[in-house]
């Protein structure tokens, strides 16, 4: 079997977004996924980028992903948001996740950044312990926050 780990590229992102739809699914939201292939190009190999992808191939074939994009944190300074890590189900535990981590953290560490974040489901055990053998800290005392576009239609309703 051979792997690799590389940037992605505008024309992996119909890979990407099934591996996006992947997660969801296994995430239990199946229909929440509005991105699409064009979204994907625009904003991350457009002019102004959003993101960086990183791409795990075992023989040629996209297998798995690891989104990311820059943050700025008031407490720590330049930061990386973990948006998504997933490797398809029938690759899942062959190294794929450690070694998309890890170049996510090389690429964490050469850009200075002071942390590297992200958020995992509560219920989502296997992937918590792996974070945590990686030496993350798992905050279960902080909640996520979210406005959707409704909840932001709300809020302005509201004022």
Avoid at 90 to 101: C, P, S, V
């Amino acid at each position: 079997m051979s792997t690799s780990i590389r940037l992605g590229k505008a024309n992996d992102m119909p890979h990407v977004l099934k591996l996006i739809k992947e997660l969801a699914e296994f995430e239990k939201e199946k229909d929440a996924v509005e991105v699409t292939v064009a979204d994907l190009i625009r904003d991350g190999y457009g002019k102004d980028k959003l993101f960086l992808c990183f791409v795990a191939e075992v023989n040629g074939k996209i297998e798995g992903m690891a989104l990311i994009y820059p943050r700025y944190s008031t407490w720590k300074g330049p930061v990386i948001h973990l948006e998504d890590l997933i490797v398809t189900e029938k690759m899942r535990g062959h190294g794929l996740g450690n070694a998309l981590l890890t170049e996510v953290v090389k690429y964490g560490h050469q850009q200075g950044v002071k942390r590297i974040s992200w958020e995992v489901l509560d219920w989502n055990e296997p992937a918590i312990d792996f974070y945590e053998k990686k030496g993350a800290k798992v905050m279960r005392d902080w909640d996520v926050v979210q406005l959707d576009a409704k909840g932001m239609e709300t809020y302005l309703m509201s004022e």
